[in-house]
């Protein structure tokens, strides 16, 4: 069934949080109900704490452009800095190879989460450097995310500094296995947006989302909130002899209550969804039999907000805890504005999913 809750994981559900972040790995839509057909260049975020202090130092911008500043500002949990340039890769047939897992997009005091995925061989760590930079890191296995060595989809964390400049900058960085085989480069940009933003006063406050629109293939699908969605769609299914099979009508339903965003002054975020869902379990069914499971779903979590008035584009970032798993969902949003109603529309390769959100009063 398709998912319209906006989550922020990396497979989209219902129209929640998690599903804007998703959306860029996933070609379902489930992740926070909400997010997941939103949400989808796929990063892990934590909304830092910020602290004052009084020294200008503390205060000053970090400059994108100064590597060495940028190198001692950001945090890259369970690593260790080294002097110099990192060791080259390896001409060894045998060295482990990754694919380009693409750019990503944070805010200023983020945390990002960048992914390894694995073509061939296995990792064992991580040499990450900034370009131009005097030093590098190295992220050993067990600073990744399961702390395995494997060859799989693995991520390091990294955190951004409050007063980081709003812009891009990039990073380069490669595997090793534990034969110190040294993978290909791959080179990742990070967009950084300024909390909040520039004449973003009209976003401050509540909004509810009415209404969901995905479109996709030539094919439209409309969810209207507060109303019951059901999707139709057809299963092979093994019958009850354990032997024939056949062809089923399955239904599956969800009915969101509510879809809520906070948008505070400090560009902090709140994202809030609750609904009811019934889906098919198709482990269980028979030919002869559908069993159906039927849950009730909420979602509270926090994040960041950041508006770029030049181009109306609008991003959100959302903490989105699952089984005890923060995951971030990141949506890039284009927007308009109809008085207090605003239409948000991220486009996904080739998916389009577009929001209506109007201002609680």
């Known amino acids: 069934m398709y998912d319209t809750k906006l989550r922020i994981g990396k497979e989209p559900k219902p129209f929640q949080m998690a599903n804007l972040k998703e959306i860029n790995h ?12 939103f949400l989808c260049m796929c990063l892990l975020f934590t909304l830092s704490h910020c602290t004052t202090d009084d020294s200008d130092d503390m205060d000053a911008e970090i400059d994108l452009s100064d590597a060495n500043a940028l190198t001692e500002a950001i945090v ?18 045998n060295a482990p190879e990754i694919e380009d897992p693409g750019d990503e997009v944070s805010v200023q005091g983020g945390e990002l989460n960048l992914e390894l995925p694995v073509i061939s061989g296995t990792v064992a760590g991580v040499y990450l450097q ?31 500094p409050d007063n980081i400049q709003p812009g891009t900058f990039c990073v380069e960085y490669c595997v090793y296995d534990s034969e ?26 509540v909004w509810n ?3 969901l629109v995905f479109e996709e293939g030539g094919t439209t699908r409309t969810q209207t909130i507060g109303e019951p969605f059901t999707e139709t769609f057809t299963e092979t299914l093994v019958c009850a002899d354990g032997q024939t099979t056949d062809q089923v009508e399955i239904e599956e339903t969800e009915d969101i209550e509510f879809i809520r965003i906070t948008f505070s002054e400090n560009g902090a975020l709140r994202f809030e969804e609750s609904g009811e869902e019934t889906e098919a379990d198709l482990s269980t069914s028979t030919c002869e039999s559908v069993v159906y499971n ?3 779903y909420s979602d509270d979590f926090t994040g960041a907000w950041s508006y770029e008035e030049e181009n109306d584009r609008l991003v959100l970032i959302i903490n989105e805890v699952d089984d005890g798993k923060e995951d971030q969902n990141v949506i890039d949003f284009s927007i308009s504005l109809d008085g207090d109603t605003m239409t948000a529309v991220l486009e996904v390769e080739g998916e389009t999913t577009t929001a209506t959100l109007v201002k609680q009063q």
Do not use: W
Not at 132 to 150: M, Q, T, V
Not at 152 to 159: G, M, P, V
Not at 183 to 201: K, Y
């Open 26 to 37: 996933s070609t379902t839509m489930k992740t926070s109900h909400f997010l997941l057909p």
């Open 76 to 93: 890259v949990n369970g690593a260790t800095e080294v002097g110099g340039d990192p060791p080259a890769p390896s001409s060894d047939p």
């Open 130 to 160: 900034i370009p131009g930079a005097d030093s590098y890191f190295d992220i050993p296995a067990s600073a990744l995310a399961g702390g395995r060595i494997a060859q799989d989809y693995e991520q390091f964390s990294i955190e951004l």
């Open 180 to 205: 110190n085989l040294v993978s290909n480069i791959v080179t990742v940009c990070i967009e950084v947006g300024e909390l909040g933003g520039a004449n973003s006063d009209f976003l401050i406050g």
């Open 209 to 211: 989302i009415t209404k």
């Open 294 to 296: 039927t849950r009730p």
